[in-house]
């Protein structure tokens, strides 16, 4: 399924996402972290357990940047789509998996999951990407996963455990953390109507890295 310009959208939210994509255009991060991807289906991963928690008969993989976890959530799901607000991202996905139908890549609006249907999804998955958005915009996505989630669906989300000054130059925050907070993500939650089913604060960057700069939420409709 291919689509033209991404749904608006609030304007003001939007451009804050857009802001927050930007840096990520053309960046080679993309190719270094498809040689990282033991931390999130290794055998000693934090999100695996979660993850098979998860129905994944029709799995969100929400900026799924050149598709590195999408490649994995294809082996294990029934169907997966594949959601970035970057259209660079969304062509060079649409290219990877062109070949399996049960993949479909769309562009999205960097706020929510449209075009996508009320109760046509399983499962929301976002690794290494929520870390980066302004907590508003965390809070727009939320929403729209009550929205989208089928009843009894589950979204599995790392996001920023840094208590910073919301900014929009996140980049100069450690691991280019945006700002979030365990009780932030408690208020979004409880607006949207989802239950937390669990809550873990993580570090990142390995052994020389910093303790508790992440969490991973498991959220339930």
Known sequence: MRLGRAPRGDRKLVKAAEEAARPWQGSAYYDRAESRLAVWWGPDSVF????????????????????????????????????DVLEENVAHCRGRFAAD???????????????????SVTAIVCYDAMVHFPSDVVASYLRDAARVLVPGGRALLQVSNLDTPQTADYGRNPHARNHMTEELIKQFAA???????????????GPSGIPDLDRIVLLRR
């Open 191 to 205: 607006a949207a109507g989802l239950t937390i089913e669990h809550s873990q604060k993580i570090g990142w960057g």
């Open 101 to 119: 139908p049960r993949v479909t890549v769309l562009r999205n609006n960097g706020v929510d999951f449209q075009p996508l249907a009320d109760a």
């Open 48 to 83: 695996r357990p979660l993850l098979d928690r998860l129905d994944l008969d029709h799995v969100v993989d929400l900026a799924c940047g050149h598709g590195r976890h999408t490649e994995q959530l294809r082996r294990l799901a029934g169907q997966v789509t594949a959601m």
